[in-house]
């Protein structure tokens, strides 16, 4: 990992990771990489576009609490408006999502 670009403190906590329980997951129409999620942030629902269709089935995720990073600017994908973003490793050419091993409230900070 040497020679990657580095940021300093300030700016990793500019980022808002935030801890998210998924309430529902549906594909989204003429997309296979792509799931509409609806998250609990704890204070409010939001609306989470993923590129993790084809590693993940809807029922597969319902339930889930992931890490979602809250304050990106929306973005239309597939018609979509995402309002974050699902934190995920990608490994041989799949996005295999962050999760918790122990229950954390929907909204608690990732850091």
Avoid: W
Avoid at 24 to 31: N, V
Avoid at 83 to 101: E, K, P, S, T, Y
């Amino acid at each position: 990992m040497t020679g990657e670009n580095e940021i300093t403190i300030e700016q990793f906590l500019d980022v808002h990771l935030r801890a998210a329980k998924v309430i529902s997951a549906e594909r989204i129409k003429d997309s296979r990489k792509l799931l509409k999620l609806v998250v609990d942030l704890g204070t409010e629902e939001r609306t989470v576009v993923a590129g993790i269709a084809e590693t993940y089935t809807p029922d597969e995720i319902q339930g889930k609490t992931i890490i979602v990073c809250t304050n990106l600017k929306p973005a239309k994908l597939m018609g979509v408006e995402s309002r974050g973003m699902v934190l995920a490793a990608v490994v041989d050419d799949q996005a295999i999502m962050a999760v918790f091993d122990r229950e954390v409230p929907p909204g608690a900070a990732v850091r």
